[in-house]
């Protein structure tokens, strides 16, 4: 058994006997475990519930909370929010798209990168906002964003030379 079965299975038996209202907090606490919703664990989750993968797909893609591939190494979120929005972010995510060559909800190839966009993150006032790896960044341009996708794959360039 893989060990990502194993971790939904270990999942699941805090969950018995549950129905259909069990399936949110389920599929959190496996994303929480895993980072995303593979295939498998949505099909795991079917059998212990006795609800069709159909079903499951359905609710989770109605969250945008969840996920069905990996994070990248390097997680940009950008905030569409109307405040971000009126300040620049449709031409900070175009950008993002062109220059990381994934689209929202995607990760790179490579593992490096993954993208996301959000409704809205809170920040108004320092629109527009995007994050790399949780961390906040003001008042965004794409000439910025180019400048953190950079760095990040310095980051990464640097720990290979050096180990």
Not at 23 to 37: F, K, N, S, T, W
Not at 66 to 71: A, C, H, L, S, V
Not at 117 to 146: H, Q, R, W, Y
Not at 149 to 155: I, V
Request: proline content about 5%; aromatic content about 6%; hydrophobic content about 35%.
């Amino acid at each position: 058994m893989k060990e990502s079965a194993k971790k939904v299975k270990a999942i699941l038996a805090k969950y018995p006997d549950s129905g259909r209202d069990a399936l949110i907090p389920i599929l959190q606490d496996i994303q929480d475990e895993l980072g995303y919703l593979p295939t498998s664990a949505i099909m795991q989750v079917g059998a212990h519930l006795a609800l069709p993968s159909s079903k499951i797909y359905g609710v989770a893609t109605f969250y945008n909370q969840f996920r069905f591939q990996p994070k990248g190494r390097n997680h940009i979120t950008i905030c569409r929010g109307t405040a971000c929005h009126v300040k620049g972010s449709g031409k900070l995510l175009e950008n993002a798209v062109a220059t990381l060559k994934i689209k929202p909800g995607q990760t790179s190839r490579d593992k490096l990168f993954s993208l996301e966009t959000v409704a809205c993150m809170g920040a108004c006032g320092l629109a527009p906002v995007i994050t790399v790896n949780d961390e906040f960044n003001a008042k965004a341009s794409p000439a910025k964003l180019n400048r953190l996708a950079r760095c990040c794959k310095d980051e990464i360039t640097q720990e290979r030379e050096n180990s």
